[in-house]
Each structure stands twice: as C-alpha cells, then as structure tokens.
Antibody
Framework: EVQLVDSGGDLVQPGGSLRLSCAASGFTFSDYDMNWVRQAPGKGLEWVSYINRRGDTIYYRDSVKGRFTISRDNVKNSLYLQMNSLRAEDTALYYC????????????????WGLGTLVTVSS | DIQMTQSPSSLSASVGDRVTITCQASQDIRNFLNWYQQKPGKAPKFLIFDASNLETGVPSRFSGSGSGTDFTLTISSLQPEDFATYYCHQYHHLPPTFGQGTRLEIK
C-alpha cells in the first residue's frame, strides 16, 4: 500500500525557516517524480514544487522561488521542502504528492497524497 | 498562469441524482486535465486523468469529458460517500493550476 507521511510543520514567525519531510513507503520511491502542494485554511489547492526521480530537474511556483528548496533522498525514501524567509501567505497545509508515472509531461497528475503537515506563519 | 474556473462553486443534490460539474480553462489545455475529490480533513483523492480516464478503483458512476478549454465531471447516480469538494487541475502549462473547487452538499 502506498503511504506518504508528511511531517515538520509548525508555528513560525515571519522570516523564519522550516524543513518539511515526507516519508514514502509501499512503492519504489526512486521510480517516481514528487511534488509539494499546499492548501491555505479554507481555500483551494496550490502546487508549490516538483522534483524528478533523479533529483536533477526541479520546478517552483514563482512566489516561492529563491525561498524554498525541494530535495529528495532515494536511499531514505524521503522528500523534503526547506522553507526560508517564510511569509504569512505561506500559511497552509502542505501535502507531498506522488507524480503519476507514464505521463506526457514531467509535472503530471498527483496520484497519491500524504495527509499534510500544517505550517503557520504568524508573529 | 492558466486560470481554471469551476461551476457551480457549490451544489446541493440528493442521493441518486445525476450531477455535472464544469471546469473551464483560460486557454487551450488539450486534454491535460485531472479531477480530484476531497472530503473534510482528508487529503485529495485522484479520480480522473487526461480528461476522461478513470483512475484504478474509482467507481464507474464517475466520468469525465472535454478537451481544449471546456471539461465536465459527471456523477451518474450520487451515493452518500460522494458528498465532497471536487477540484479540476491542468498540467499542460507550468505552473499546474487548480480550479477553486465545487462543494457538493446533500439536499
């Protein structure tokens, strides 16, 4: 059974940093591209970042470029999101999401999601 | 960014009803459109990919259609477990973007 367990969310002050983690199991992690998707309280879904299976192709949404860094460890079956210079508008539930394999594009459908980890940016 | 507009934003229906949700893209996305279901406090669940392909394990009462800019999600006969929020999602252009969601409620 595919499982994605997100962790690392916390209350942090504006300008602070956090590192989110996602532990994967039930599939061959190194065979899949991965993403982070967030959802502000009571709002819709917003894609944040993508990393391919080898970790050598990475994309970010514009609002997090230069502040967030996505990475992965295929030995530890883990995905990470280093978040720096956090802003109030980064407050959200952050989900790691597996990319569907065999898609036409690199960033494709999100076929499995973690339960999310809550990041709150407030003073 | 490509804007995805869903309608209606909310919908009340009864068990057994046929329901259709529409999603319109601000530009041509061919068939690179997916649908997800989200229940309160839960992660989204993947339903349909590439506009009309049912993900494995998704009940056949769900179906999707469309191409270009106009898409639909249809539930042929609503079941109690289908009351949730539904999101469309395009991945033809970066960044991938979602619709604002359609909340399906029990009448």
């Amino acid at each position: 059974e595919v499982q994605l367990v997100d962790s690392g969310g916390d209350l942090v002050q504006p300008g602070g940093s956090l590192r989110l983690s996602c532990a994967a199991s039930g599939f061959t992690f190194s065979d899949y591209d991965m993403n982070w998707v967030r959802q502000a309280p009571g709002k819709g879904l917003e894609w944040v970042s993508y990393i391919n299976r080898r970790g050598d192709t990475i994309y970010y949404r514009d609002s997090v470029k230069g502040r967030f860094t996505i990475s992965r460890d295929n030995v530890k079956n883990s995905l990470y999101l280093q978040m720096n210079s956090l802003r109030a508008e980064d407050t959200a539930l952050y989900y790691c999401a597996r990319g569907q394999s065999g898609s036409y594009y690199e960033v494709s459908a999100f076929d499995y999601w973690g339960l999310g980890t809550l990041v709150t940016v407030s003073s | 960014d490509i804007q995805m507009t869903q309608s209606p934003s909310s919908l009340s229906a009864s068990v057994g009803d046929r329901v259709t949700i529409t999603c319109q893209a601000s530009q041509d996305i061919r068939n690179f459109l997916n649908w997800y279901q989200q229940k309160p406090g839960k992660a989204p669940k993947f339903l349909i990919f590439d506009a009309s392909n049912l993900e494995t394990g998704v009940p056949s009462r769900f179906s999707g259609s469309g191409s270009g800019t106009d898409f639909t999600l249809t539930i042929s006969s609503l079941q109690p477990e289908d009351f949730a929020t539904y999101y469309c999602h395009q991945y033809h252009h970066l960044p991938p973007t979602f619709g604002q969601g359609t909340r399906l409620e029990i009448k």
